[in-house]
């Protein structure tokens, strides 16, 4: 959804910032509702149901009062669908490596996105890539490398709760580069409110039809729970939308790594859990490459609208 802010939008850089704070909080948070929505026994497809279907009618409730779900129009169905079922993919292992691992250790390894995607725009965009970009991908491997810790992840042979959260949350990382990718390719022609809608659409025909078969009765705590899980998710849409709205990307983009701080700070508080050492160490690594990724996306584009304006 990186889409360059409308030139009818006044900016407001403060406000964008405040706004992608909100969306790491309220991400963090929802993440907190994932754990005790597992943890209550219900099935991680009827999470993803209520997540996406509590989204809707404020998605729907924002296009009336801007002239109707006409703004939501496309010709590009078919890429719409694909990248609903990569995000619905990608969110199923987000999730998943949510419950299996402490937060904190989740959200890290979620914070290589940026580094994958640097690799699978090379590759795929074909996007020139310089030995800076090439070596804070190195410096953010070798973070994730640490986090990850192989030799122990070798040792226990891949079992076990830990073991499968690292593959999960890690499949989760690639995945979300991967739409990163996608959302790229939209971003030409769509907005982001309706890449953000048709995802929300198309992903709720699986969910829907899966959801008959996984749904139990619940209790008023655990509708509290699912409810609030479709809120803070409807939250993390919006506010993230609404900072590209007011702010340019990379403005906003390096406010993402608060989600760390906000992680631990919820894994200890809700579930006594804090990061194991590695993480530590890999953390920083993680994330001054990918702010350096930023900073250096940030240059290179302030040097393309020098050549236009040349």
């Given at each position: 959804?990186?889409?360059?802010?409308?030139?009818?939008?006044?900016?407001?850089?403060?406000?964008?910032?405040?706004?992608?704070?909100?969306?790491?909080?309220?991400?963090?948070?929802?993440?907190?509702?994932?754990?005790?929505?597992?943890?209550?026994?219900?099935?991680?497809?009827?999470?993803?149901?209520?997540?996406?279907?509590?989204?809707?009618p404020m998605l729907a409730g924002w296009a009336l009062t801007r002239g109707?779900?006409?703004?939501?129009?496309?010709?590009?169905?078919?890429?719409h669908a694909r990248r609903a079922m990569m995000g619905l993919t990608g969110m199923a292992l987000n999730f998943g490596g949510m419950i299996f691992l402490p937060m904190a250790e989740a959200t890290t390894i979620n914070l290589s996105v940026p580094i994958f995607a640097v690799i699978f725009a090379a590759l795929f965009l074909g996007e020139p890539t310089g030995w800076q970009r090439w070596s804070a991908v190195l410096?953010?491997?070798?973070?994730?490398?640490?986090?990850?810790?192989p030799t122990?992840?070798?040792?226990?042979?891949?079992?076990?709760?830990?073991?499968?959260?690292?593959?999960?949350?890690?499949?989760?990382?690639?995945?979300?580069?991967?739409?990163?990718i996608q959302v790229r390719d939209l971003a030409r022609t769509?907005?982001?409110?309706?890449?953000?809608?048709?995802?929300?659409?198309?992903?709720?025909l699986p969910l829907g039809l899966a959801l008959p078969f996984v749904m139990t009765a619940h209790g008023a705590g655990e509708w509290a729970l699912l409810i609030g899980l479709g809120l803070l998710g409807a939250v993390v849409q919006l506010s993230l939308t609404g900072?590209?709205?007011?702010?340019?990307?990379?403005?906003?983009?390096?406010?993402?790594?608060?989600?760390?701080?906000?992680?631990?700070?919820?894994?200890?508080?809700?579930?006594?859990?804090?990061?194991?050492?590695?993480?530590?160490?890999?953390a920083p690594l993680i994330v001054a490459s990918g702010l350096f990724i930023a900073w250096r996306e940030h240059r290179l584009h302030i040097e393309r609208m020098k050549d236009i304006t040349a």
């Open positions: 959804m990186s889409t360059a802010p409308s030139p009818e939008v006044s900016q407001h850089y403060l406000g964008g910032i405040a706004l992608r704070l909100l969306a790491m909080l309220s991400l963090s948070l929802m993440f907190v509702l994932v754990k005790r929505i597992d943890a209550a026994g219900i099935h991680i497809v009827e999470s993803l149901f209520w997540r996406q279907a509590i989204v809707l109707g779900l006409a703004i939501y129009r496309t010709h590009r169905i078919g890429t410096v953010g491997f070798l973070g994730v490398l640490l986090v990850l810790n122990t992840l070798v040792a226990q042979g891949f079992t076990g709760h830990h073991g499968l959260g690292t593959l999960i949350a890690l499949g989760g990382a690639i995945m979300t580069a991967l739409i990163t769509e907005s982001p409110m309706t890449i953000v809608f048709w995802f929300s659409l198309i992903s709720m900072a590209l709205r007011l702010a340019p990307v990379a403005v906003v983009t390096p406010m993402d790594y608060s989600s760390l701080l906000w992680s631990i700070a919820c894994g200890w508080f809700f579930f006594g859990t804090l990061p194991a050492e590695t993480t530590w160490v890999g």
